[in-house]
């Protein structure tokens, strides 16, 4: 029923979606879900100013990114001040690393988890298990992903792609949990299994949604109390992060908690937001006693060097460009192969994991544009995909890694003819002609187009040609 | 989104680029543009060296070959007239991204002028000519398809819609997702030919569903899309440019 964890990358992105496409459960289940999705963010935003509330966003963010490294050296003062601990990691190795030591200096054996994209992004996970350490997910999606030896297909909603009927098989199989179509009975059975694992845990392995520079809080959004829980019951707790995550003002969370959480599930409010601003106090009576944020640059310093794709920065992880991606909706999470799948993961991805490995990723768009219009915090997704395309196939001299590795001397040589013939209008209009002329011989079958589609017929008289006869016609 | 576009007054000529795809395939779509514009008695000049805007080589990330073409088109348009494209895929293109692929060449002042006098066919019948439309045709239920480029690069949802909405006869049936892309997307549709397949195989099933005799668009990549699939599956519906449409119903 499922595939084992690891099975998806992103160098078999064309095999990956198409046994999507041909799976007519994933079909229905994403379909399904991305509809409902797309439904509650338009009612969420409908008596909102939507446009300006993007733009204010929009604005928020690159004022952030503008002071980019000013703003996480505050942040590091800050937090420190407050008495978490800073740590800076250059790439997901390192990240692991930083964990693990902590993990092992406490001696942990156990540790529990919110929800982490970046985490995800660094393979923490298996990083752990290697230093015997149990890593356990507590996002109820992220659990059964894990339970099923799975990886999230939607940052947001990391199973989405299961419905009702293969949960139930997949808590029953793992957790002996009885079979039953009762959500609530299976979110009941996770919720206690899953307080055990709470309270025996050493360490708790959270994200974060904000970090505020000049207050150095960690603010993190969430809807199940698993993120209050991983962040407040162990004696111990690490936020993971990655770098561009920093905000400069308090006053600018309000805004992006406003869009981030009608963008992604069409919410008005979710059932926690947590602001963490240190450890456990003299004379408090819970809390951890050590808090530790780890930000993580895994190539987003790189990304920074350059004014347009600078803009990937922006991204606060709503999701709503997978909702709404036509893409998406169709093949899945898991056939993108990368940690963040969709229009957002097609523009990040390239530069975590280079060109070579994603060379598919951007070109799997229609440029239909559904993504630049409700990203809450206006990033130019198609324009980014344009330009990692030309990074794909130009002559390597940009500064994204894996940059040229599509290029071909074939596709070359046909841009280059397709250009001479275009710049050159008569014989443009001879070869119009001369395909009109033969289109008796046009070919009724032309690779996969015709798979699915008539062959276009060429006109017998083309536009030139037929403007010409009609004004010699008189216009009639 | 779109900035607010402050349209001219009615002028007495404009320029008509046909965009490659309706040269080769679907001419009778730009022939009947020229008729719509000429029965509002505006003159049409069709520059007889104009080849195609650029945007495949473009959005397949072969800029320097995209600006090679797009140089090509720049100077067929040396009157300050309105440059009418039936197409929002080639206006996009024109439109918005003609200023980027020219930004710090000698090109990029004409290219900002060629830009500012782009208009989408229906976008210019709406709101320059302010089009009043009598249908001489039957009872029919019609579905629309307007391109993603027309509808989020050009900002150009209503207008097609507009157009048909003053043929007496003529039902515009509502689709389901019909703000959602055909699966044509140029080079999209080679690349990734499956995926394309999945989104066209929805659209044409969406329009048949909707209970449409006929569909039209303002895009001849959507129609050679769309149109070539409800052929290969042998649908009833049959596709039209909106131009050859909007002519057939009123002439």
């Not at chain 1, 990304?303 to 794709?309: F, K, N, P, S, V």
Request: proline share 6%.
């Amino acid at each position: 029923m499922s595939q084992p964890v690891e099975t998806f990358t992103p160098q078999q992105f064309h095999r990956q979606s198409r046994e999507a496409l041909a799976n007519p459960q994933i079909r229905a289940n994403f379909r399904k879900a991305m509809d409902g999705l797309m439904d509650k963010r338009r009612d969420a935003f409908a008596e909102w100013q939507l446009e300006e509330l993007r733009q204010l966003g929009a604005n928020i963010r690159l004022r952030a990114l503008a002071h980019l490294p000013d703003l996480l050296e505050q942040l590091e003062a800050r937090c420190e001040a407050n008495g978490i601990r800073v740590h800076w990691a250059e790439d997901g190795e390192q990240a692991c690393r930083i964990v693990t030591d902590i993990c092992q200096r406490h001696g942990a054996r156990s540790v529990i988890k919110g929800k982490s994209m970046v985490s995800e992004e660094m393979h923490l996970n298996a990083h752990l298990e290697k230093a015997g350490i149990e890593a356990l997910e507590s996002d109820l999606g992220e659990y059964l992903v894990q339970l099923n030896e799975q990886t999230p297909s939607h940052i947001i909603m990391p199973a989405i792609h299961l419905n009702t009927d293969e949960i139930s098989d997949i808590m029953h199989d793992n957790t002996g949990t009885e079979r039953t179509r009762d959500v609530d009975a299976m979110t009941a059975a996770a919720r206690a299994q899953l307080r055990e694992r709470f309270m025996a845990a050493d360490v708790g392995v959270s994200g974060v949604n904000f970090a505020v520079a000049e207050t150095g809080t960690l603010c993190l959004v969430e809807n199940e109390g698993n993120g209050r829980m991983t962040t407040t019951v162990p004696p111990v707790h690490i936020a993971v992060t990655g770098i561009e995550k920093v905000v400069e003002h308090l006053a600018d969370v309000p805004p992006l908690y406003a869009l981030l959480t009608r963008s992604a599930t069409g919410q008005h409010v979710t059932t926690y937001f947590n602001m963490i601003s240190s450890p456990r106090r003299e004379g408090e009576h819970d809390g951890p006693r050590e808090v530790h944020l780890v930000l993580v640059d895994n190539g987003r310093s790189n990304i920074y060097q350059d004014d347009e794709l600078l803009d990937t920065l922006r991204c606060i992880r709503c999701g709503a460009c997978m909702n709404h991606c036509p893409v998406y909706t169709r093949v899945g999470g898991h056939s993108y192969g990368t940690t963040y799948p969709g229009p957002i993961g097609s523009i990040l991805m390239p530069h975590l994991m280079g060109l070579d490995a994603t060379r598919d990723l951007p070109t799997a768009s229609s440029l239909c544009g559904a993504c630049g219009e409700v990203c809450p915090v206006k990033i130019p997704i198609p324009d980014l995909l344009v330009r990692l395309r030309r990074e794909a196939v130009g002559e390597g001299r940009g500064n994204v890694p894996g940059a040229g590795s599509k290029r071909t001397s074939k596709e070359v040589a046909a841009w280059k003819s397709w250009q001479w013939l275009a710049t050159h209008p008569s014989a443009w209009r001879g070869a119009t002609g001369i395909i009109g002329k033969l289109r008796g011989l046009a070919p009724a079958h032309i690779g996969p187009w015709t798979e699915y589609r008539t062959a276009p017929k060429p006109a017998a008289v083309p536009l030139h040609r037929l403007i010409k006869q009609y004004r010699k016609e008189g216009r009639s | 989104m779109t900035p607010v576009k402050l349209y001219p007054p009615r002028p007495e000529r404009v320029y008509l680029f046909g965009t490659c795809l309706i040269d080769m395939f679907f001419p009778e779509a730009g022939l009947d543009a020229v008729r719509l514009l000429e029965r509002e008695g505006i003159e049409v000049v069709y520059p007889d060296n104009q080849t195609c805007c650029g945007q495949p080589a473009y959005t397949s990330g072969y800029h320097d070959e995209a600006r090679e073409v797009a140089r090509a088109q720049l100077g067929l348009f040396p009157e300050p007239w309105p440059i009418i494209v039936p197409s929002g895929s080639c206006g996009g293109m024109m439109r918005k991204h003609y200023p980027a692929l020219f930004a710090g060449t000698p090109e990029e002042q004409q290219a900002r002028d060629v830009a500012s006098r782009i208009f989408e066919l229906t976008e210019f019948l709406v709101h320059v000519c302010q089009l009043k439309l009598e249908d001489k045709g039957g009872e029919e239920k019609v579905a629309m398809h307007t391109s993603c480029s027309a509808r989020r690069e050009m900002g150009l949802a209503d207008t097609g819609p507009a157009l048909l909405a003053q043929l007496g006869q003529v039902e515009l049936v509502e689709q389901v997702r019909s703000a959602e892309c055909c699966g044509f997307g140029g080079t999209f549709a080679v690349r990734h030919p499956q995926v394309s397949a999945a989104m066209v195989e929805d659209k044409s099933q969406a329009i048949e569903q909707a209970g449409a005799e006929h569909f039209v668009t303002s895009d001849c990549g959507c129609l050679m899309n769309i149109g070539g699939h409800l052929a290969h599956r042998g649908s009833d519906v049959a596709g039209e440019h909106i131009a050859s449409y909007l002519w057939r119903r009123t002439s």
